[in-house]
């Protein structure tokens, strides 16, 4: 349920002086998009950490979910002439990552529809598509014609191989089996990764002065989230295309990028153009190849990728998404959090018990 401090906010919404209805508007998003947010990851957890092979539960997060939905659209209409701050720009883009993201293996009522996710996919693979083509690989750098055929010769992984992976995934999180996750209809960690990107720009735009896109923690997890996306298309979804591996990782500044300023691949061109490039390409290029065995490798494709996954857990990658996810969140609470717990950030709580008694808290 809403805090009692939010409730009041919405009762007196008719009595707020109009020169500060977008300061109050501002503060009731921060706050939903920020209990929302909480919920999923708390569901996350309780899922992790819950009874084997149990079944889903979304309770906790339904009802803040409902209710971002249903103030989004007041809030764009009564401050639709001015810019959204970007804090409430980077608290939107990580709840659109933490929804796609912790609830990706089951079906959910936020699960998108199949023509969302056709189109999703059509976009990020067009996005790559461009990206190569201004930034093509070295010439002997894989996937290098052995590198294809012996993807074309071994791809893809037979079906008892991929429901058995389906299965192990899927218990290593606690989920019970089902005919969701590793089909068309479910989103993929590939489909994830965009949404990551976004709000991890948001996140250095809205507080630069306690975050850097150069963090060398940022650069290893981002890599490895690429890496988790190649294996789980070729291990899970039953990929078999050499050149996804190069798709998942076409990440980086493109200093031929056209697309619009404020759009957000452009945001994301961005951070990376702040980061020192060649620091970046070697982190990236670093996970990327342990995709493709050596060229005299007697191991299997399969074989050789389920090594790298067995090196690689992806509940390890999550769990610290996961965490990045929850310590972001609490970046500078919303005020309204801060008034609910009885004490603002740079105020005693003897003070804060005076502010909220003279507005009638």
């Not at 309780?46 to 979910?65: V, Y």
């Not at 199949?114 to 894989?142: F, G």
């Not at 294996?231 to 990440?251: D, H, K, S, V």
Request: charged share 25%; aromatic share 8%; net charge negative.
């Amino acid at each position: 349920m809403p805090g009692l401090v939010v409730e009041h906010l919405y009762s007196m919404g008719e009595c707020v002086d109009p020169d500060y209805q977008s300061d109050v508007d501002e503060m009731i998003l921060d706050y939903l998009l920020y209990m929302a947010t909480n919920a999923l990851l708390e569901e996350s957890q309780e899922r992790a950490e819950g009874s084997k092979l149990a079944a889903p539960s979304f309770s906790k997060s339904e009802l803040p979910l409902q209710m971002v939905d249903s103030y989004l659209p007041l809030f764009k209409a009564s401050n639709s002439h001015s810019d959204i701050p970007e804090s409430i720009v980077f608290r939107l883009h990580l709840l659109k990552f933490t929804t796609l993201f912790t609830r990706r293996l089951i079906h959910s009522p936020t699960t998108p529809s199949p023509i969302a996710l056709t189109s999703l996919r059509q976009q990020n693979l067009e996005r790559a598509t461009v990206w190569l083509s201004h930034n093509p690989p070295e010439p002997l750098n894989p996937p290098t014609p052995l590198h294809t055929t012996i993807f074309a010769n071994s791809l893809p992984c037979p079906e008892p191989s991929l429901l058995s992976n389906r299965r192990e995934a899927l218990a290593a999180h606690n989920l019970p089996c089902t005919t969701f996750y590793g089909t068309p209809t479910s989103p993929s960690l590939l489909e994830t990764l965009p949404r990551y990107l976004h709000f991890s720009a948001s996140v250095f735009a809205a507080f630069p002065d306690t975050t850097s896109p150069r963090s060398e923690s940022w650069m290893r997890i981002s890599a490895e989230y690429m890496l988790q996306s190649a294996l789980e298309q070729y291990r899970i979804y039953g990929a078999c295309r050499a050149t996804l591996a190069r798709e998942c990782f076409a990440w980086g500044y493109d200093e031929q990028c056209d697309a619009a300023e404020d759009s957000d691949e452009q945001v994301v061109n961005a951070m990376f153009y702040k980061q020192e490039p060649d620091e970046w390409e070697e982190v990236r290029d670093e996970y990327m190849l342990k995709l493709f065995p050596p060229e005299d490798s007697k191991l299997s494709l399969a074989a050789h990728l389920d090594g790298v996954a067995r090196e690689f857990p992806l509940v390890e990658l999550e769990s610290k998404v996961v965490e990045m996810a929850r310590a972001l969140n609490c970046e500078r609470l919303p005020l309204l959090v801060q008034l609910e717990r009885g004490q603002l950030e740079g105020v005693s709580k003897e003070e804060t018990a005076e502010l909220l008694a003279r507005v009638a808290l």
